[in-house]
T-cell receptor, first 112, second 113 residues
Framework: QKEVEQNSGPLSVPEGAIASLNCTYS??????FFWYRQYSGKSPELIMS????GDKEDGRFTAQLNKASQYVSLLIRDSQPSDSATYLC????????????FGAGTRLFVKA | DARVTQTPRHKVTEMGQEVTMRCQPI?????VFWYRQTMMQGLELLAY????????DSGMPKDRFSAEMPDATLATLKIQPSEPRDSAVYFC???FGQGYEQYFGPGTRLTVT
């Protein structure tokens, strides 16, 4: 089992809709969670971080974390064509030795 | 506008040659990471430093890869000798404190023929 799993997609949503991206992780000592956006040919860009259970909202983005179920999700409201990118889930594990694990990413297409 | 910078942006070399990639972290950031990204493997952590000290390089092939931070403004990743399977995009990222939030440079696209 991969340590961080994401549906590779592509996930296609119409403009203005809500895009829902999901990520599950296997290590229960995971402590911090991140969503990065990566446009084709570009570097990953941090868009959200979440450290505790519940929801965290930032503009059109909402990150949700459920440590008991070991999943983290990203909701994008009012999706725009400019949101079309690959979204990478990242999990940090810090138990004396630091480790960052990225998921393979979910490709999102927002249709105008 | 604080950014991580990387040089070179593109590198084409022949198998067996030495490759050196450089990274300048964001001023004030004390944690630096090296990643490799390929279509097959995705984004893989190769090594990371905190306060210039190497904390983990378990992701690196030790026989040919080496990573250093000669000073707080420069991190280097060397491959010697390079092999075609090293062809990938290499990213440097920096962070502050524990370094949990990482800010990526533009990457070095390496092609080894």
């Amino acid at each position: 089992q991969k340590e961080v799993e994401q549906n590779s997609g592509p996930l296609s949503v119409p403009e203005g809709a809500i895009a829902s991206l999901n990520c599950t992780y296997s290590d229960r000592v995971s402590q911090s969670f991140f969503w990065y956006r990566q446009y084709s040919g570009k570097s990953p860009e941090l868009i959200m971080s979440i450290y505790s259970n519940g929801d965290k909202e930032d503009g059109r983005f909402t990150a949700q974390l459920n440590k008991a179920s070991q999943y983290v999700s990203l909701l994008i409201r009012d999706s725009q064509p400019s949101d079309s990118a690959t979204y990478l889930c990242a999990v940090n594990i810090d138990t004396g030795g630091f480790k960052t694990i990225f998921g393979a990413g979910t490709r999102l297409f927002v249709k105008a | 506008d604080a950014r991580v910078t990387q040089t070179p942006r593109h590198k084409v070399t022949e198998m067996g040659q030495e490759v050196t990639m450089r990274c300048q972290p964001i001023l004030g950031h004390n944690t630096v990471f090296w990643y490799r990204q390929t279509m097959m493997q995705g984004l893989e952590l190769l090594a990371y430093f905190r306060n210039r000290a190497p904390l983990d390089d378990s992701g690196m092939p030790k026989d040919r890869f080496s990573a250093e931070m000669p000073d707080a403004t420069l991190a280097t990743l060397k491959i010697q000798p390079s092999e075609p399977r090293d062809s990938a995009v290499y990213f440097c990222a920096s962070g502050f404190g524990q370094g949990y939030e990482q800010y990526f440079g533009p990457g070095t696209r390496l092609t080894v023929t």
